[in-house]
């Protein structure tokens, strides 16, 4: 079965505390190689049959209208899973 | 005059639901209880303002207040609000549900240490021409319960500047114990229908059960004031008086 997976990503970092949270924790984890961690959120939708372009457009609506909010998020990245 | 019905909507495991209920009562009102399913508008002329209770409505799931946002009746008072109509407010988690709506502007994320917030919080009304903040002087501080994990506002730097230069700023914090941009706790929207406030004023209105208070544990009955606001301005709706 097809899935489409949807990510969604928190806007810059200063609206990422999570993802801030973990990052403060790198160091004493010895983890010295990353700068930044940022998290984000993925949603996966599976499809019944073919994901046709109709079928992309309409996760992407639907990404648009519910899995991310404009103010704090952005849509990082809509597509069918390899 | 007989008291003036106030809607409240009773959100699934909406957990602050029965304390908003029983605050309206004691600030001189009816609380009407609203399913979230409905799609029949209530008598609008009958009740003229309806709060958005807090407590986590569908857990913080996808984003705080996202799903209730998605709720059959939240089409119904958006409606009505665009009618000039209803006047609504969020409280707590009830305000998520309204910037999720779109109804508000800026949005919440988690809190600026991301873990869930219990704290007693210190707020100064910058603006007492609301529904919500009539019963207050301007200038006055008051100290709410604030909680929640997703409570920390925020806003792009236009919807910042817009809210400011307004006046719509209406509820400010000393300290936000969540890191709300501004310290921002209270906004209104441009022609004041729709209120929110990221506080929970209905567990401030018992003395023995309120906040912490220079006369003891639990004195401080601060939330009153936000009860008796909402009531003076359902009366004054149903008078046909428009609020300032």
Redesign the interface.
């Known amino acids: 079965m097809p899935t489409i997976v949807v990510d969604v990503m ?1 806007k810059p970092a200063v ?4 993802g801030k ?1 973990i990052d403060a924790r790198l160091p004493e984890l010895g983890f010295r190689e990353f700068s930044q961690v940022r998290q984000g959120k993925r949603f996966e939708l599976t499809v019944e049959g073919e994901v046709t372009a109709d079928i992309l457009d309409r996760a992407k609506a639907l990404a648009a209208e ?2 991310a ?1 404009p ?2 998020e952005y849509i990082a990245n809509v597509e069918v899973a390899k | 005059m007989s008291a003036p019905k106030i809607g409240v909507v009773m959100f699934d495991a909406a957990t602050d639901a029965p304390s908003v209920l029983r605050a309206v009562e004691l600030a001189g009102g009816t609380p009407v209880k609203l399913h979230p399913k409905t799609t029949v508008a209530p008598d609008l002329a009958d009740l003229p303002l309806v709060i958005l209770p807090g407590g986590f409505s569908y857990g913080d799931y ?2 705080a207040g ?1 799903l209730a946002a ?1 709720q059959p009746i939240m089409r119904v008072l958006e409606d009505a609000v665009k009618a000039q109509e209803l006047t609504l407010i969020g409280l707590g988690n009830g305000f998520q549900v309204l ?2 709506s779109g109804l508000l ?10 873990v869930f917030e219990h704290a007693e919080v210190d707020l100064v009304v910058e603006n007492n021409t609301t529904a919500m903040t009539a019963a207050y002087d301007t200038g006055e501080h008051i100290r709410l319960v604030h909680k929640g994990a997703f409570t ?1 506002y ?3 730097e236009e ?1 910042l500047e817009a809210l400011e230069e307004q006046g719509n700023v209406v509820i400010r914090a000393t300290e936000s114990p969540a ?1 709300s941009v501004n310290n921002i706790a209270g906004i209104s929207s441009d022609d004041g229908l729709v209120l929110g406030l990221m506080a929970s004023p209905e567990y401030a209105i018992e003395a023995g059960f309120g906040t912490d208070h220079a006369e003891g544990p639990g004195q401080g009955v601060d939330g009153q004031g936000l009860f008796v606001s909402v009531v003076r301005a359902a009366i004054a709706a149903k008078n046909g008086v428009v609020s300032e």
């Open positions: 928190p609206l990422d505390p999570q949270a519910l899995l909010n103010s704090t | 996808l984003r996202a998605t910037t999720e502007p800026g949005g919440f994320i988690a809190n600026d240490v991301p920390q925020t806003a792009t919807e890191g």
